[in-house]
């Protein structure tokens, strides 16, 4: 398979007054097309800085960040906007949904963005929410919904641009235990269909059903480990290959 992601001894500084803060400090690695991967670490480890570079919202100090073969570092802003648009699927904790616009209408918004015609951006928002298990919910607002409806209207709006990679940070951190369980299945059948997803989480337990775990510590990565028997998420239960 060829590398969706590739980082190459990338480095993040920020300075703030008088003071240096390297929030990465020389990163390499390389994400597959297809793979499922978590990225961990505590607060403060670097991995949240790289979920924005990953994500095109900030760009290495130093090396090199290649997003399906384009260099991310030499882009303009409105190349970097562009990019997050047609290349990259979010899903954040907090699900961002429009509060007085119905499913459907949240799924399409990438799609308004890019222009796409609306008769079309009909067809692939309804096809992206029936992808997720909620066909037929397209017309609930947000308050119709539950938290775990709401973060698949969330994935489907990350599915519909069909993206190069999904970006996931913390996508159960205001979820359920049963509900996480749930949101964990949508994205390991995504995986079995063929789509990247790179999900951050300090939780271990959401960690073991990524297939690939990428350890952060104090800016650096400490650990690449394949997860060979990832847990498997069903119907909002748990099982074991």
């Given at each position: 398979m060829s590398n969706v992601v590739t980082?190459?001894?990338?480095?993040?500084?920020y300075v703030m007054g008088d003071q240096r803060v390297e929030a990465l400090r020389g990163i390499s690695f390389a994400v597959e097309s297809g793979e499922f991967?978590?990225?961990?670490g505590a607060s403060g480890s670097g991995k949240s800085t790289c979920m924005n570079m990953l994500g095109c919202l900030d760009v290495p100090t130093d090396g090199e960040y290649l997003l399906d073969g384009v260099d991310v570092g030499r882009l303009a802003p409105n190349e970097l906007a562009e990019i997050r648009n047609r290349k990259l699927g979010f899903v954040f904790q907090g699900f961002n949904l429009l509060a007085r616009t119905t499913a459907r209408e949240n799924v399409e918004l990438p799609l308004v963005y890019a222009r796409v015609p609306a008769a079309t951006r009909r067809r692939?928002?309804?096809?992206?929410?029936?992808?997720?298990?909620?066909?037929?919910?397209?017309g609930h607002y947000s308050n119709q919904l539950s938290g775990g409806q709401q973060q698949r209207v969330a994935i489907a709006r990350a599915l519909v641009n069909d993206p190069a990679?999904?970006?996931?940070?913390?996508?159960t951190g205001n979820l359920d235990s049963k509900t996480s369980v749930e949101i964990m299945a949508v994205f390991q059948e995504l995986n079995r269909q063929g789509i990247t997803v790179i999900m951050v989480t300090h939780e271990q337990d959401v960690a073991a059903y990524a297939g690939r775990h990428l350890v952060f510590r104090d800016g650096l990565i400490v650990a690449d480990e394949i997860n060979s028997f990832p847990a498997v998420a069903t119907s909002g239960q748990e099982t074991t290959p």
């Open positions: 980082i190459n001894n990338v480095t993040k500084v991967v978590a990225i961990m692939r928002a309804l096809a992206a929410l029936e992808q997720v298990g909620l066909a037929g919910r397209e990679i999904i970006l996931a940070d913390e996508p």
